[in-house]
Structure formats: structure tokens, C-alpha cells
Nanobody, 125 residues
Framework: QVQLVESGGGLVQAGGSLRLSCAASGRTFSSYIMGWFRQAPGKEREFVAGISGGGGRIYYADSVKGRFTISRDNAKNTVYLQMNSLKPEDTAVYYC??????????????????WGQGTQVTVSS
């Protein structure tokens, strides 16, 4: 079992930055792929970024490529999402998720087994 707790959301103006953190429980954090997803009101949850267990392989949605950076610190059992040049369309609840390494590179919610409670990110224009 893995428990995930996100933090770092908030309200920011367009063009600003936020850094989300996701702290994981358990002693096998490095064996899991980690991902960030987001869900805006009335929309389906969508993939934002993913990272392999060792951190060497990273994947982004086209909509955030060049603006967002995913990273992980396995010594701290934490994954991060640095969000720069934020746009109003980035407004959503952001979720971190953990999954089996066999699904590395997958971008579907079904590829991840464990989810955090979500943190709200609101970008004003």
C-alpha cells in the first residue's frame, strides 16, 4: 500500500509559478512510477507528467511541455511538479499517482494504482 499526500496548490496570476509536492509512505517508493494528473470542472482527469522509478525517464503532455518539470527525490519519498508560465487553462485539481513500473510511459488513469486527495491550482487572468 502507498499513501500519497499532495501540497503546494494555491491561487496564482497568469505567468506565475507554483511547485507541487507529493509525499509518499512506504519503503519501496523507488519501485513505483509516479505521475501527475489534473481534472478541471466538467472535464475528465488528464495526464500531465510521469517519471520512472529511478527518475531517468520523464514524460509530459504536450500542453505542459516546456513549462512544467516533474522530478523525484527517492531519499525523501517525494515527487515534485514545478509549474512555470502558468495559464488560466491550467486551473484544475492536481493529483499525484503511483503505479507499477510495467506501466512506465502510460498516460491513462488505469495505469496507476494509488492516488492522492488532490490539491487545487487556480490561475487567474
Amino acid at each position: 500500500q502507498v499513501q500519497l499526500v499532495e501540497s503546494g496548490g494555491g491561487l496564482v496570476q497568469a505567468g506565475g509559478s507554483l511547485r507541487l509536492s507529493c509525499a509518499a509512505s512506504g519503503r519501496t517508493f523507488s519501485s513505483y512510477i509516479m505521475g501527475w494528473f489534473r481534472q478541471a470542472p466538467g472535464k475528465e482527469r488528464e495526464f500531465v507528467a510521469g517519471i520512472s522509478g529511478g527518475g531517468g525517464r520523464i514524460y509530459y503532455a504536450d500542453s505542459v511541455k516546456g513549462r512544467f518539470t516533474i522530478s523525484r527525490d527517492n531519499a525523501k519519498n517525494t515527487v515534485y511538479l514545478q509549474m512555470n508560465s502558468l495559464k488560466p487553462e491550467d486551473t484544475a485539481v492536481y493529483y499525484c499517482a503511483a503505479g507499477s513500473s510495467k506501466y512506465e510511459g502510460h498516460r491513462t488513469t488505469s495505469s496507476y494504482d494509488y492516488w492522492g486527495q488532490g490539491t487545487q491550482v487556480t490561475v487567474s487572468s
